[in-house]
Structures are given as structure tokens and as C-alpha cells.
């Protein structure tokens, strides 16, 4: 079993930045793919960050060029900075993991994007 724990949502305004963690306890971190998912009121779950390694990493066209997903191995947390925020980038954000066939998810933080 992997517990994935997030943190750091928020409101924000548009053009503001906020940084998400994402907290793996007990598991050899370094062996395992993280992504970010998100999901809006009404709408499936979607991709938006992916990361194997600093340099192998994946980013849906929507937030390209706008978030950065990193990874802190000795710490096991994935990292998702995001700047540029828009209102449609509100939703709940979820961490994800897959290992052996089987999706790990946290129970995600809310990211809402309003003036």
C-alpha cells in the first residue's frame, strides 16, 4: 500500500503562483513514477504533470510552460509549482502513483483560482 499525502492549496488570485507537495512516507521513493492529476466540478480526472526523473518529465499542453514538477528523493515528495495561475485552473488536485498495474492516489487539495 502507498499513502500519498498532499498539501499546499489554497485561493489565489489570477496571475498568482502557489506550490504543491506531495508526501510518499515509507516507500523507496526513488523506484517510483509521480504525477499530478486534477480534477474540476463536472469534468474527468486529467493529467496534468508527469515526472520519472529531473530530466524525463511530461506536462499537459494546458499548464505547459506555466508548472514545474519536481522530485526531492531523499525527502519523497514530488513538488508541483505553479505559476500563471488562471480561473480555470481551479480543481482538486490529486498526487498519483502506478506501481505493478495498481493507482495510488492522495485525497487531493483544493486549488481555486478567483479575483
Known amino acids: 500500500q502507498v499513502q500519498l499525502v498532499e498539501s499546499g492549496g489554497g485561493l489565489v488570485q489570477p496571475g498568482g503562483s502557489l506550490r504543491l507537495s506531495c508526501v510518499a512516507p515509507?516507500?523507496?521513493?526513488?523506484?517510483?513514477?509521480m504525477a499530478w492529476y486534477r480534477q474540476a466540478p463536472g469534468n474527468q480526472r486529467e493529467l496534468v504533470a508527469h515526472?520519472?526523473?529531473?530530466?524525463?518529465?511530461f506536462y499537459s499542453e494546458s499548464v505547459q510552460g506555466r508548472f514545474t514538477i519536481s522530485r526531492d528523493n531523499a525527502k519523497n515528495t514530488v513538488f508541483l509549482q505553479m505559476n500563471h495561475l488562471k480561473p480555470e485552473d481551479t480543481a482538486v488536485y490529486y498526487c498519483?502513483?502506478?506501481?505493478?498495474?495498481?493507482?495510488?492516489w492522495g485525497r487531493g487539495t483544493q486549488v481555486t483560482v478567483s479575483s
Open positions: 498519483n502513483t502506478n506501481k505493478f498495474g495498481t493507482n495510488f
Open positions: 515509507g516507500i523507496t521513493f526513488r523506484f517510483y513514477n
Open positions: 515526472i520519472i526523473s529531473e530530466q524525463n518529465v
